[in-house]
């Protein structure tokens, strides 16, 4: 049974993480599921992701679109495919990211995100959506702490960004979470084994 599944939430909260772990949990269980990533992906999604983890001084509107043209690539070249497949698609970000870092946090208008997000996607909605939350001090500073075990400038558009700008996502994500009966809300914070459980029993739920 195809399903799909976002992991959502702010930069530091641990979606790549939960999102690898729960591909990984689906495969214990005898089900077939992939991991998918935004921006990325495919040959043009990493290209333009290299972009936008690179170029400081991008427009907001042309950050809108570029992350709408990867997404489209990943829709039609990876996502669509393995669905019609019969996989269960995991994606680490999908088109409620775009809502909150360039409609919350950019300030972008939420009505034309929404109507390039349709476009983008086919109007293709998450089975759920799970949302790793945590406070935005604690994000920022696992960011950091990355960055340092690393030893690598892994600073993106948005890492760099103020507080004030990465609490508007935070609450922006969470605006949304509360509009939908197909969102779950994880405390981040948590173990990482907790979470995986968390999320586990949450999905479970879908084929029952």
Known sequence: MSKLISIEGSDGT???TQSLAL???FKKHNKEA?????PGGTNIGEILRKILKNDKNIEP????LLFQAA???LIEKIIFPALKSNKIVVVDRYKDSTLAYQGFGRGLDIELINLLNNISTQNLEPDLTILLDMPVEEAINRTSQRQQVSQQITETNFEDESIDFHTRVSNG????AKKSD???IVNGSLDINQISEIIWKSVKNLFD
């Not at 509107?61 to 809108?64: D, F, K, N, T, V």
């Open 14 to 16: 641990g979606k790549t």
């Open 23 to 25: 591909v990984n949990n």
């Open 34 to 38: 992939i991991l998918a990533r935004e």
């Open 61 to 64: 509107l042309s950050e809108l």
């Open 71 to 73: 997404r489209t690539e």
């Open 173 to 176: 994500f969470r605006t949304l």
């Open 182 to 184: 197909k969102w779950i």
